[in-house]
Structures are given as C-alpha cells and as structure tokens.
C-alpha cells in the first residue's frame, strides 16, 4: 500500500510529507532491508559474482512446463534478448542515478539529527546501490543464457536446413 494511502479502516490516511522524520526514516530503512533480503533471494541465480557473499546455487528456468520455455522463431528470441538488454541500461542509468544521490548527500546543520539523518540516508543507497548491482547482474546472467540458446537455436536451425535442402535435392530448396 503507498504511503499515506487510505484504508477500509483508516479514511484519514496521513499524507507521506507530513509523516515526522523519525518514522520517515524508519520506513526507509524497512524498504532498504526488504530490498537485501530480495537481493539475498536473487543473488543464488547468478553464479559467480564477486565481492559478494555467494548463497546456495539455484537455477533460473524459465517460463514453460518443467522450467523451460521455447522461442517460436530467432526473431523471437532476438525481441526478448533486446527487451533485457534495454533493462541492462535501464539498470546502468539508475546507478548514475544512484551516485548522484549520494554525492548530494550533506548534513544540513551540525547536530546529532542531522549527522543521523545522512548517516541513515547513506546506509539507504547504499542498499539501493547492492540491490540495484544485483539486479544488473542478474539481467546480466540471463541475457547471457539468452544468447547461449540463440546460438544453438541457430545452430540447429542451420543444420536443418541443410537438410532439408539435401532431402528436396540441389537447386529446389526447402519448401
């Protein structure tokens, strides 16, 4: 439910702007730890990713019965591969993103809030920055399985099309 959000039982939803800072903060940091356990969840499906704590190996499937799913055409798969490519520099802009909003973290006064406040802001990206690495990663081992399967697609397509044309004879092609 978004913040500020009315309910069944709560008309007189509190807007997110007027909540007090205090519990601001402590829903950020609530959001920040559901996105590390998420990453904690994702990270098994990508093998092999540095500078992170690497959890049991499991495996991506993917959209049909029994963990596969099959292209109808390259072209086909050739869509999909670029539908995660775009979500690979999607991902890329939201780590400038990401960076630019730490860089513009300061304290606006010298007190023991305000020191907390970027303190808390700063833990805040860096969350987003692991969630967001994890999420780049991920795309980035499945649009890798993606082109593997495109190249034994295409492989075998070859393949059975040169047989095809073996079978019709020299010069009438496949039909």
Do not use: C
Not at 51 to 65: E, F, K, N
Request: net charge negative; hydrophobic share 35%.
């Amino acid at each position: 439910m978004p913040d500020g959000a009315a309910t069944e039982d709560n008309d007189d939803a509190t807007p997110p702007g007027d909540l007090a800072p205090d519990d601001q903060i402590a829903g950020t940091v609530v959001v920040a730890g559901v996105y590390e356990r998420l990453a904690r969840q994702i990270l098994p499906m990508v093998p092999g990713l540095p500078d992170v704590v690497q959890l049991p190996d499991l495996q991506t499937g993917g959209g049909g019965a029994g963990g596969t799913y099959m292209f109808a055409s390259l072209e086909e798969l050739d869509t999909v591969i670029g539908q995660w490519e775009e979500l690979i520099e999607e991902l890329k802009t939201d780590q400038v993103r990401i960076e630019d909003a730490n860089g513009g973290l300061a304290e606006p006064a010298g007190d023991q809030v305000s020191g907390h406040n970027v303190s808390v802001s700063r833990e805040t990206v860096a969350q987003m920055r692991k969630h967001n690495d994890t999420l780049l990663r991920y795309a980035a081992g499945y649009t890798a399985k993606l082109k593997a399967s495109r190249t034994q697609m295409a492989v075998k397509e070859d393949g059975n099309e040169l047989l095809m044309n073996r079978v019709a004879g020299p010069g009438e092609g496949a039909r």
